[in-house]
C-alpha cells in the first residue's frame, strides 16, 4: 500500500483560519485588583482559549497566567485575569473584583521538588458570561465533544493564534489587541496522544522584533483532511518572548529561532483535567 502523504499545508486560506480561531480566543488582562482601574496599552496579557465540553463551556490559559502576582513577586497580591466587552464591561476570573465574575480558574497544586505540574488553569463559564460577553463579541468555543482521532504521523507544521503582550495599541478608553499567526514546525518525534506535550519550532531569516509573550493559553491547530482546522495543542511557553532580545555569545538560540511549547489537547486529556480540578460535570 503506497504510504499517504502529508496533507497539512496550514498556510493555505490563512484568512479564514485566522478568523476562525479569533472567535475561539481573545486577550485577557493580568490586573491589579484597584477600584476603577482598566487596562491599557501597558498592561500585562496573555490569552484565554474558550471551549466546550460535555455540553458545558469552560475558559482555558496558563497556571501561570492565572497565577500571576505583582511584579512577579511572591509576596504580592495575586492579579485579577480579566477579560473586557464591546462596552467596556469587564468579567472578573478570580472572586473579589469589582467587575462581574466570569468563573474561578483553577489550577494544579503545586508539587513537590523535582516534578513539575500542568501549566493549565480552567474556569467554568457562567451563564451570563456567555450571554452578555462572548454572545456579543462572536465568540465561540472550541468543540471538544465532535473532535476526531487524529493520525499525527500526517501532521508536519501546526499553527498557534494569540495575543502578543507587545502588540497593543490604546486610543482613549479603547484598547486593541493585535492577532498574531505563528505557523512552525513540529519537531516532537513519534507524537501520539499519549504524550503530555509537543514541540514546535523554526528558524526565520528575519524575525522583525516577533516576540511571543502572551501567546500562552492560545489553542494549537494541525490541518484536517477536509480542508478545516483542528486544535491539537494549547501553548504554555514560546521563544523569543522579548522581541529587543539578542543572540548570546554561544548560545543555540536567538531572536530569529522560534519555539513553542504545548500541551497536547484531546479529549481524554481536557476530561483528566477537569477531573483532576474537581471541574468535572455529569452529563
Known amino acids: 500500500m503506497r504510504e499517504e502523504e502529508p496533507f497539512d499545508d496550514i498556510s493555505k486560506e490563512l484568512s479564514v483560519f485566522e478568523f476562525t480561531a479569533s472567535t475561539h480566543c481573545e486577550p485577557i488582562y493580568l490586573m491589579r485588583n484597584i477600584r476603577g482601574e482598566r487596562q491599557d496599552r501597558d498592561t500585562e496579557s496573555a490569552t484565554v482559549t474558550y471551549v466546550k465540553f460535555n455540553g458545558k463551556y469552560y ?22 485575569p480579566t477579560v473586557w466587552g464591546l462596552s467596556g464591561k469587564g468579567f472578573a476570573f478570580r472572586a473579589g473584583s469589582e467587575n462581574s465574575l466570569a468563573g474561578e480558574f483553577r489550577t494544579f497544586k503545586r508539587p513537590r521538588s523535582g516534578h513539575r505540574r500542568p501549566d493549565i488553569a480552567i474556569a467554568l463559564l457562567s451563564d451570563d458570561f456567555i450571554r452578555l460577553h462572548m454572545q456579543p463579541k462572536g465568540k465561540m468555543p472550541l468543540d471538544l465533544d465532535k473532535l476526531e482521532q487524529l493520525d499525527w504521523s500526517l501532521v508536519r507544521t501546526c499553527a498557534a493564534w494569540g495575543f502578543p503582550n507587545n502588540a497593543k495599541s490604546s486610543s482613549g478608553t479603547v484598547v486593541s489587541a493585535a492577532l498574531l499567526t505563528v505557523i512552525l514546525e513540529l ?4 507524537m501520539s496522544y499519549d504524550r503530555d506535550e509537543f ?4 528558524h526565520l531569516p528575519k524575525s522583525d522584533g516577533t516576540s511571543f509573550s502572551g501567546l500562552s493559553g492560545s489553542a494549537v491547530y494541525c490541518l484536517q483532511k477536509d480542508g478545516g482546522i483542528r ?6 511557553e514560546g521563544s523569543p518572548g522579548d522581541s529587543s532580545s539578542e543572540k548570546a555569545d554561544g548560545s543555540f538560540y536567538g531572536p530569529s529561532d522560534f519555539q513553542i511549547n504545548a500541551l497536547v489537547l484531546s479529549q481524554g486529556k481536557f476530561k483528566g483535567w477537569l477531573e483532576s480540578l474537581g471541574l468535572a460535570m455529569p452529563r
Open 187 to 190: 519537531q516532537s518525534q513519534r
Open 199 to 202: 514541540v514546535l519550532a523554526s
Open 59 to 80: 475558559a482555558l490559559t496558563c497556571a501561570h497566567v492565572a497565577d500571576a502576582r505583582e511584579d512577579g513577586v511572591e509576596s504580592k497580591p495575586l492579579l485579577v
Open 231 to 236: 486544535p491539537v495543542g494549547i501553548v504554555y
